[in-house]
């Protein structure tokens, strides 16, 4: 029997493409597709060619976490043609397929596996430095023939998302495990909605009376700071949400044996900047709350 003539072609695309990455996370909502969506951003911005593939075909948010709904993918004799944001970013998601953006995908594993083989296979990316791709959560059936499909390509490794919360570092180290069992090296785990993170006026303050009601008392407040100590109102207030006595997602690295590549804060410009298409970190002088993080990704 010959080589399986999907993943050949699958690595005749790929060699225009230098670095892959993968984005993996345990659980959806964790904030997979955010930090694909930034991490590209930010690639770009320092002027190298990037694609991001959205392969996170439950829930395909990349077209809107771009600014890209509602357009279409077109044909030429190369293969499919990704959407270009700007001239040195160009973006596939199955979010462009769907007639509706309320659509569900509701289709079974062989489907979803056979589409993931032709967005690997056809869509023409041309010279490309990093290809960022946003793959399904979990370890289901479509998730393992990605990786496994990307892995004949020559992947550079994964990076996983994750929250502070046990119940996500539980599916985290199971991912490891997974990614160990495949040989898919953890370039590492990111740190997602680790703490908040708010400029002080943006809080809403609230006094609690004796009967258990809360009144809101923010203009009451910020008028006090404003006349007590005006340089406070520029400050940022971070604070943990989540318990973090058990040491989160740094303790847990140390335990597997995987990089930590840093916190990044839940920030309202982040969710803001997701929910409007646009990248957080460029107006921030990519000094934004996730910065540290890419940046050492980006540096290594
Ligand atoms: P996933 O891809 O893991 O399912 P998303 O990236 O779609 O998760 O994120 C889920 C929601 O959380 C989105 O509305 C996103 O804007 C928001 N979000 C993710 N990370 C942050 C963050 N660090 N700060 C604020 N909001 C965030």
């Not at 982040?270 to 940046?295: M, N, T, V």
Request: aromatic share 6%; proline share 6%; charged share 25%.
């Amino acid at each position: 029997k010959g080589p399986d003539p999907d993943l050949v072609a699958i690595a005749e695309r790929m060699a225009t493409v230098k670095h892959k990455i993968a984005i993996l996370s345990g659980k959806g909502g964790v904030g997979k597709s955010t930090f694909s969506a930034q991490l590209s951003f930010a690639l770009s911005s320092m002027n190298y060619q990037v694609g991001l593939l959205d392969i996170d075909l439950c829930g395909p948010s990349i077209p809107k976490m771009l600014g890209l709904e509602g357009q279409d993918i077109h044909q030429s004799n190369l293969g499919w043609s990704p959407i270009y944001l700007d001239s040195n970013l160009g973006v596939m998601s199955i979010g462009f397929m769907l007639p509706n953006p309320d659509d569900a995908v509701i289709w079974r594993g062989p489907r979803k596996n056979a589409l993931i083989k032709q967005f690997l296979k056809d869509v023409d990316w041309g010279e490309t430095d990093y290809l960022v791709i946003d793959t399904p959560p979990g370890t289901s059936d479509e998730h393992i023939s990605a990786v496994q499909y990307l892995q004949s390509t020559g992947i550079d490794g994964a990076i996983i998302v994750t929250t502070p919360q046990q119940v996500s570092l539980i599916d985290v180290r199971k991912e490891i495990s997974f990614c160990k069992t495949v040989g898919l090296k953890v370039l590492g785990v990111v740190e997602n909605m680790s703490g908040l993170r708010q400029s002080l006026s943006d809080l809403r303050f609230e006094k609690v009376s004796d009967d258990g009601k809360p009144s809101d008392i923010t203009e009451w407040a910020l008028s006090y700071i404003k006349e007590k100590a005006p340089e406070l109102l520029s400050v940022v207030a971070c604070s943990e949400v989540f318990d973090s006595s058990k040491g989160g997602a740094e303790k847990m690295c140390e335990e597997m044996g995987v990089p930590f590549l840093g916190k990044v804060p839940m920030d309202p410009e982040l969710c803001k900047a997701a929910d409007e298409g646009r990248s957080c970190f460029l107006e921030k002088g990519f000094a934004g709350s996730a910065a540290p993080a890419l940046k050492r990704i980006i540096e290594k």
